[in-house]
């Protein structure tokens, strides 16, 4: 029922949008057609009609896709019939709902929830997990990005493919290595000369996700990006400490990490309290421990739009409300 309703709200979004950014990019590819990509996956989930993309995101990328590694997982156990196909079309969906706005995050947070899930499984199945997220997981985000046309890479590829994947690989290696520390620097001396803002851009950050146009919420990942890149058609996210600086001054980089890493400590002490797991509260506990593991900038309000909450849900609906007895 859930990837059902999960797989109804994906396509009802995208009708409501107008379109899928990953179809325009393969459409662009083979018909010679060309779209501003660029604007239209700003515009996915940012533009001036509000479609809930926030609420969205946590069905087409967190419930959706974890939903059915469960059930996938389940029918290569059972070795159904038709396991194949089923596993097939929902790879397929989940792949539409991740990379149809053009974000590729998503994916790559997806994807290490997998090999999480899979470590808690058995260390075989992860060795696994590993080598096809290596085999397919990086092609599939390579192709993802001729597609969704990042960094021209549509006009280079029928020129100079061997230029596009060199153009892609050192892309791969700037977001890990680079984009994210550079938007820190430059988001720290931004704020430093800020006034303390005392957990308001924090508070107007998590406001934000609330529908409607009184819920602004924060701007400031926009100005830093506005600084890094002249223009506001993009987002540049402070890193968390600078982050936790600008809200809460020198004190809150003492207190909050004690308050996290209590915080992180608690919620092990939670799940291990069980040592008895389905693949729900696996799958669950995966995804948890994965967005708190890859908060690496802003505040709050990443965990949640990473699908914390949405992981945790799956949690509590695949734990058994009764536990049975002993001789049971």
Known sequence: MLIAFSILITILYYISVGYNVLFLGISAIFS???YDIATLRLESYSSSRYLFPGYVNQFKNS????????????????????????AGTLG??????????????????????VLCFTYYISRITFFRALRTALLVGIPIFFLSSIVLDRNNTQDTLATDPIQTVTVLG?????????????????????VSFLPTAHGEEWGQAILGLLPGESFRGSDLSG?????????????APIGLWGSVFYNF?????????????????????????????????IAGIAGVFVTLGTWVSDGPVTVLNTGALAYLFIYFICTPKTRPKYNE
Do not use: C, W
């Open 32 to 34: 010679g057609e060309t």
């Open 63 to 86: 419930i959706l896709p974890i939903s059915s590694v469960i059930l996938i997982y389940y029918l290569y156990s059972v070795r159904h019939k038709y396991r194949g196909a089923i």
């Open 249 to 281: 001054g020198t004190i809150g980089l003492v207190v909050f990490p004690l308050l996290f890493g209590a915080f992180l400590r608690g919620i092990f002490s939670y799940f291990s309290r069980n040592t008895t797991l389905n693949t729900g509260q």
């Open 223 to 235: 100005q830093i990006f506005k600084i890094l890149y002249g223009n506001d058609r993009g987002t």
């Open 170 to 190: 050192r892309e791969l290696g700037n977001r890990i290595f680079s984009d994210n520390q550079i938007t820190s620097i430059v988001g720290y001396r931004y």
């Open 92 to 113: 397929l969906m989940s792949l539409i709902g991740l990379l149809g706005t053009g974000q590729r995050g998503a994916f790559v947070v997806f994807v290490l929830v």
